[in-house]
């Protein structure tokens, strides 16, 4: 990314030259600086489209660690644009124990059918119109997002028939010659599965952050670090990224 790359949201001017191709495909990516957003980043790349990473802090307990992930990965993806959204009213309305500071953020139980306290209410739906509104200021053809079965499985907001809908209002509430796909790569699969497209993709993992509770060092027993390493586990390599314990969890459910 050049030092001249907007970090405001300031459309750019892309008026064609000589230089410039103009059947560039562009597609706004919401990198949390996790790493299923991360390689859906890649995944986005990989296919040939220009990245305008969207970045949103909304008062998670790791959202200093999850920016700096955020810029560093934007920063290998040499991203057109990097824009980082603060808002306050998710962390206002609490009843999440990522948000709320009055829960604590649960230890794993990935037996659970139960919706867990790390739910934040609707939240997808609040990042992903920021998303469109980012995609359709830039002329985007694409919204891409990182979730997947395990998180619909247990979050309401991450279900293909949640995208689905969601697309579908885009359609309905843009411009008659707007025309934004929302892309789901990984929708149906899992974080293993996650996790080795990644290293196919060259992932820097390194850059990316998933524990709930901690910035450094990741607590290791939380829902997001057990599912993560878990899929590292998996596949015989090593999480990259410190720990303050690091349990077995490939025989877990």
């Known amino acids: 990314m050049t030092d001249d790359s907007p970090t405001d949201g300031t459309p750019i001017d892309d008026t064609p030259t000589d230089d410039t191709p103009t059947d560039e495909k562009r597609a706004v990516v919401l990198l949390s600086g996790g790493m299923d957003s991360a390689t859906t980043a890649y995944e986005a ?3 040939g489209y220009e990245i305008y990473a969207l970045h949103t802090s909304y008062g998670q307990k790791t959202e200093s660690k ?13 991203a057109r644009d990097f824009l980082h959204i603060e808002t306050s009213h998710l962390k206002q309305i609490g009843a999440s124990s990522l948000t709320d500071d009055s829960m604590a953020v649960e230890d794993a139980d990935m037996d659970s059918d139960e919706i867990p306290s790390s739910y934040v209410p609707f939240r997808n739906a609040n990042l992903l ?13 694409a919204v891409f997002v990182g979730a997947h079965s395990e998180d619909y499985s247990g979050y309401p907001d991450c279900r293909p028939e949640f995208f689905e809908a969601f697309e579908a209002m885009v359609d309905i509430g843009t411009k008659p010659d707007t025309h934004i796909s929302l892309d789901v790569p990984f929708v149906h699969d899992s974080k293993t599965d996650i996790a080795r497209r990644g ?8 850059h990316t952050w998933s524990c709930y509770r901690a910035e ?9 670090c057990a599912f993560r390493l878990q899929a590292f586990q998996n596949l015989g390599e090593r999480d990259p990224i410190p720990y303050a314990e690091r349990p077995d969890y490939v025989d877990a459910a």
Request: glycine share 4%; with cysteine; proline share 4%.
């Open 66 to 78: 999850e920016y700096d992930c955020a810029r560093a990965l934007a920063d290998e993806l040499d």
């Open 45 to 47: 790349k990989e296919r």
């Open 199 to 206: 290293l196919e993709l060259g992932v820097p993992f390194e």
């Open 216 to 224: 450094e060092p990741a607590c290791g027993t939380c829902d997001s």
């Open 129 to 141: 119109s920021m998303a469109v509104s980012y995609a359709e200021a830039n002329e985007c053809d």
